[in-house]
């Protein structure tokens, strides 16, 4: 469905053949990706452009990030990666969180309101879930919220919200990048630092740190977690 609507996207479909635990998502060590990769099994399906990663939830997590930050061979720019624990596991990327089946008296929580960048009400499966919407307008009464039929695609105003959004994201990674050649040139930024960046920016510590990957920045007197 997305890809019909974005030309030039790439969908990456991580499935965890392992109980996902709590937390954010540690880089705590670089691995080569061929390591990496036997430890994963990856299915592509050319008809849909669609690559599918099943394995290790770690070992997922890395290679993903091998695919946007580290491997110039595997780099993919402009890509749709499918999770359902996509907020926990990928916390750097633009977030669009799609509530399929509302029951009667879901909530969604504080922590999924804070990090989304649009919220689409998938009405296919059933009448829009008005505490859910309350909820939504109460923690972020800013936030984009649509109500989509997305069995029947998407609506023109949902396409040019996203476009809008995923322009802005790119805007910050550029902004990053270049407050980080400007003010530590010798490629090292503490923790503290990059807190005071990502608080002057308006941007998320997780896109500061994986800028930083991306750009082979050093965070030192790092605070486990944050990044």
């Given at each position: 469905?997305?890809?019909?609507?974005?030309?030039?996207?790439?969908?990456?479909?991580?499935?965890?053949?392992?109980?996902?635990?709590?937390?954010?998502l540690?880089?705590?060590?670089?691995?080569?990706?061929?390591?990496?990769?036997?430890?994963?099994?990856?299915?592509?399906?050319?008809?849909?452009?669609?690559?599918?990663?099943?394995?290790?939830k770690?070992?997922?997590?890395?290679?993903?990030?091998?695919?946007f930050?580290?491997?110039?061979?595997?780099?993919?720019?402009?890509?749709?990666?499918?999770?359902?624990?996509?907020?926990?596991?990928?916390?750097?990327?633009?977030?669009?969180?799609?509530?399929?089946?509302?029951?009667?008296?879901?909530?969604?929580?504080?922590?999924?309101?804070?990090?989304?960048?649009?919220?689409?009400?998938?009405?296919?499966?059933?009448?829009?879930?008005?505490k859910?919407?309350?909820?939504?307008?109460?923690?972020?009464?800013?936030?984009?919220?649509?109500?989509?039929?997305?069995?029947?695609?998407?609506?023109?105003?949902?396409?040019?919200?996203?476009?809008?959004?995923?322009?802005?994201?790119?805007?910050?990674?550029?902004r990053?990048?270049?407050?980080?050649?400007?003010?530590?040139?010798?490629?090292?930024?503490?923790?503290?630092?990059?807190?005071?960046?990502?608080?002057?920016?308006?941007?998320?510590l997780?896109?500061?740190?994986?800028?930083?990957?991306?750009?082979?920045?050093?965070?030192t007197?790092?605070?486990?977690?944050?990044?």
């Open positions: 469905m997305f890809l019909e609507t974005f030309c030039g996207f790439k969908v990456i479909r991580t499935i965890a053949s392992e109980k996902i635990k709590g937390g954010p540690q880089l705590c060590g670089h691995e080569q990706y061929d390591e990496l990769a036997k430890n994963i099994s990856e299915k592509w399906d050319s008809s849909q452009n669609i690559l599918e990663l099943q394995g290790l770690d070992k997922l997590q890395k290679a993903v990030r091998y695919m930050f580290f491997d110039p061979d595997k780099r993919l720019d402009r890509v749709f990666l499918e999770d359902c624990r996509g907020m926990l596991n990928f916390p750097w990327a633009m977030q669009v969180f799609i509530l399929n089946s509302p029951e009667p008296d879901y909530v969604p929580g504080r922590t999924i309101i804070n990090q989304a960048d649009v919220f689409i009400l998938n009405t296919h499966y059933g009448e829009t879930n008005k859910a919407q309350d909820q939504i307008k109460k923690y972020r009464p800013g936030l984009p919220v649509f109500r989509e039929n997305l069995q029947e695609g998407i609506s023109g105003e949902l396409k040019s919200i996203l476009g809008q959004l995923f322009e802005a994201y790119l805007e910050n990674r550029t990053v990048k270049s407050a980080l050649e400007t003010n530590y040139p010798d490629k090292q930024i503490t923790c503290e630092q990059a807190r005071k960046m990502a608080c002057k920016l308006k941007v998320s997780f896109l500061i740190g994986n800028v930083c990957d991306e750009w082979g920045y050093a965070i007197q790092c605070g486990l977690g944050c990044f």
